[in-house]
C-alpha cells in the first residue's frame, strides 16, 4: 500500500474528492466495532454471495444486503430486489445504527434529507477488486451515495464523469465514509485490488456499506 496515497489528511480531515463529493476520515471510527457486528448478523440471515454479471462474469467482492431493497446481479442483469434471491425472503431490516451513520455523514456531506433504503454490503478478500463503475441503477439521482469502509484499507479510485477520467487514488481506512452526490452523483469509482493483512477487528476482510435511495 502506498504510504503517500492520504498520508497529508488526519483522522476525522476530510478531503475533497470532487464538487459535492468528500471523503470523511474516521467519521465511523467510534462506532466500527458495532457496524461490524451488525454486518455479521446480517450475514447469518442473508450469506455473503459471489454475484454474477451479465455477461456471466463472477464478482471479486462477496455482496449481501440489508433495507427494504438489496442491490443484485444475475445473467438477467444489475437490479434491485426486495427479496434475497438464494432464500425467497426480505432482506434482513436496516439496523438503526446504520440509518443514523448515513444520515449523519450524508449531512455532513451537504447533503442534510437523505433518506437511504438500501444498504449494499461487499466483502473483500485479498485480491479481491472493483472495477470502476458508476452507481446508476437508482431511481433518484438526486439522493447522494454514502460509502463506509471497515476492516483492511484498501486503494479507492475517483474519476469523473467519464470512463476515461483519471482517477484519483486515495487510501480509504477503516472508519473513513465517502459521500458523493449533486454534480459528483454520477462519479465513476472502483477499489484496487485489496492487498493482504490482518484487521484487529475484520480479520481478512475489507468490509464496505453503500447507503443509497434506490426506490
Ligand atoms: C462500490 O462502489 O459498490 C463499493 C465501493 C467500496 O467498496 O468502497
Ligand atoms: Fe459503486
Not at 71 to 78: I, S
Not at 176 to 189: E, I, Q, T, Y
Request: glycine share 12%; with cysteine.
Amino acid at each position: 500500500m502506498h504510504a503517500d496515497l492520504l498520508s497529508a489528511l488526519p483522522q476525522n480531515g476530510r478531503l475533497t474528492l470532487g464538487p459535492g463529493a468528500w471523503l470523511l476520515a474516521g467519521f465511523a471510527s467510534k462506532r466500527a466495532d458495532e457496524l461490524v457486528a451488525e454486518v455479521h448478523r446480517i450475514a447469518e440471515a442473508a450469506p455473503f454471495r459471489f454475484m454474477t454479471t451479465r455477461g456471466g462474469h463472477t464478482m471479486s467482492v462477496a455482496m449481501t444486503n440489508c433495507g427494504d431493497v438489496g442491490w443484485v446481479t444475475d445473467r438477467a442483469g444489475y437490479r434491485y430486489a426486495a427479496t434475497d434471491p438464494l432464500s425467497g425472503l426480505h432482506w434482513p431490516a436496516m439496523p438503526p445504527l446504520f440509518r443514523e451513520l448515513a444520515k449523519q455523514a450524508a449531512a455532513a456531506g451537504g447533503f442534510p434529507d437523505f433518506s437511504p433504503d438500501a444498504c449494499l454490503i461487499n466483502r473483500y478478500a485479498p485480491g479481491a477488486r472493483m472495477s470502476l463503475h458508476q452507481d446508476r441503477d437508482e431511481r433518484d439521482l438526486d439522493a447522494p451515495i454514502v460509502s463506509v469502509s471497515l476492516g483492511l484499507p484498501a486503494a479507492f479510485l475517483f474519476g469523473g464523469q467519464r470512463r476515461s477520467d483519471r482517477p484519483r487514488r486515495v487510501l480509504l481506512r477503516s472508519g473513513d465514509v465517502g459521500v458523493w452526490g449533486g454534480p459528483s452523483r454520477l462519479a465513476f469509482h472502483g477499489i484496487g485490488p485489496l492487498p493482504p493483512g490482518s484487521d484487529p477487528l475484520c480479520g481478512p476482510y475489507r468490509f464496505n456499506l453503500t447507503f443509497r435511495t434506490a426506490l
